[in-house]
């Protein structure tokens, strides 16, 4: 298996754009997790999902960042309009059941 | 006060030294994570606890749960074990996992 796939894994724009980041789970996991890392406070998830529905979004920052699971092989996070202060290692990691988390190669955001 | 709290923050051994890396929390726990993160950024779990004591290779964890406690050790360190680890605490979810909560990671750099 390829593991978690997430594309792009840099991405600079400017503030106010769109920014969409894409994650394709490992095939046959039914939870996927969005977590952000940023050097003032670590890593910290955003949302998850069981079998393709949010579970837990208490952790997205606001309004402008949203994600979706249309189906059980791929996931968006999506910020509009993008700020400076989202600039951080954007993580999907996903899992089978109560095992493991395995992590995608993470997506490096700037905004600048 | 954070829910993971991890000591030393950082922590330089010579190459061949025994390690341990602690992990305190102060909230209930299905289970207890150690993740290993790269330079480059990778982020690989390395086990995944709820009691007692698991080992792979030249690694080993422990948990008390009664002490809200777990430590990770590293027998014979190798200057390639250099890396930041971060313990998780997580809550599962209807037969899925739910949420992890980080502590903030110990850096170890291991000399040659």
């Known amino acids: 298996d390829a593991g978690v796939i997430q594309s792009p894994r840099h991405e600079v724009t400017e503030m106010g754009q769109e920014v969409t980041l894409r994650c394709k789970p490992i095939s046959g996991h039914n939870s996927l997790f969005w977590y952000r890392q940023t050097m003032m406070r670590g890593l910290e998830l955003l949302i998850y999902?069981?079998?393709?529905?949010?579970?837990?979004d208490s952790g997205m920052p606001e309004d402008r960042f949203s994600a979706k699971m249309p189906n059980a092989s791929f996931s968006t996070l999506k910020i509009q309009p993008s700020e400076p202060r989202d600039s951080a290692v954007y993580f999907c990691?996903?899992?089978?059941?109560?095992?493991?988390?395995?992590f995608g190669p993470g997506t490096r955001l700037t905004v600048l | 006060k954070n829910e993971v709290e991890q000591s030393p923050q950082n922590l330089t051994a010579q190459e061949g030294e025994f390690i341990t890396i602690n992990c305190s929390y102060s909230v209930g726990i299905s289970a207890l994570h150690w993740l290993q993160q790269h330079p480059g950024g990778g982020i690989v779990s390395l086990f995944m606890l709820s009691s007692g004591k698991k080992k792979h290779g030249r690694l080993i964890a422990t948990i008390n749960i009664q002490e809200k406690h777990s430590s990770l050790h590293i027998t014979a360190s190798h200057p390639r074990d250099s890396a930041v680890y971060i313990c998780?605490?997580?809550?599962?979810?209807?037969?899925?996992?739910?949420?992890?909560?980080f502590g903030k990671g110990t850096k170890l750099s291991v000399k040659p």
């Open positions: 998780a605490v997580g809550q599962n979810y209807g037969g899925s996992q739910g949420n992890l909560i």
């Open positions: 999902f069981n079998n393709n529905v949010p579970i837990d």
């Open positions: 990691a996903s899992s089978f059941g109560t095992y493991t988390q395995y």
